[in-house]
């Protein structure tokens, strides 16, 4: 059989702000996984299915063991959801969404490249008492394919404590 390779990849960068507005974290550019629900939301696309395309960004705890164990990389296959999910989702139309030329440029669409921005003003995610802090260890980007949400793009890192009056910007790019 055949062995086919997707160009699809995506990477994510997060940027961490106190509540006077100042950066106090940038973790750069990483890696984050396209999962198997991205490639079906494309072939429902391509097969005139009901899709509505990315439906909103999930942000989860995961699991605290990951702090001392490692964080486990996400399968393509099998990653479906988030772990310890936060509700709700953050809707597409609160995410800052553009088309990006072949040098990473805002275009007018429509291009091969998307630059998801979503920003986690003070207060999201709520914090659970008695924590002043959520702490975060992945995310997801959702679409909707037949009334099904399907998760198209997961992320799970090294914990990240978002303090109640912090804002967290996400930006997510992805390359198809």
Same mark, same amino acid.
């Given at each position: 059989? $055949? !062995?086919?390779?997707?160009?699809? #990849?995506g990477i ?15 973790? &750069?550019?990483?890696s ?10 494309l %072939?429902? =696309?391509?097969?005139?299915? /009901? ?8 942000? &989860?705890q ?6 001392? $164990?490692?964080v486990?990389t996400?399968?393509?296959?099998? /990653? ?11 809707? =597409?139309? $609160? ?13 007018? &669409? ?8 979503? /920003?986690?003003?003070p207060?999201?995610p %709520? ?14 980007? =959702? %679409?909707?394919?037949? &009334?099904? $949400?399907?998760?198209? !793009?997961? +992320?799970?890192?090294p914990?990240?404590? #978002?303090?109640? /009056?912090?804002t967290l910007?996400?930006? +997510?790019?992805?390359? =198809?």
């Amino acid at each position: 059989m $055949e !062995n086919i390779v997707s160009g699809i #990849k995506g990477i994510y960068r997060d940027i961490l702000h106190d509540a006077e507005g100042r950066v106090i974290e940038d973790r &750069g550019w990483r890696s984050n996984t396209i999962l198997d629900g991205c490639r079906l939301l494309l %072939a429902g =696309f391509m097969m005139n299915e /009901t899709a509505a395309g990315i439906t909103g960004l999930g942000v &989860g705890q995961g699991e605290a063991r990951w702090d001392t $164990e490692g964080v486990p990389t996400p399968h393509p296959g099998t /990653t479906t959801g988030l772990l310890n999910r936060y509700n709700p989702l953050i809707p =597409f139309s $609160e995410l800052d969404v553009v088309y990006l030329d072949q040098n990473d440029q805002v275009i007018v &669409g429509p291009g091969s490249r998307l630059q998801i921005t979503a /920003t986690l003003n003070p207060g999201y995610p %709520a914090p659970t008492a008695p924590l002043t802090h959520y702490p975060l260890r992945e995310f997801g980007l =959702f %679409a909707d394919l037949d &009334g099904t $949400e399907v998760m198209i !793009n997961n +992320i799970r890192h090294p914990v990240l404590h #978002k303090e109640e /009056t912090s804002t967290l910007i996400r930006v +997510i790019r992805l390359y =198809f």
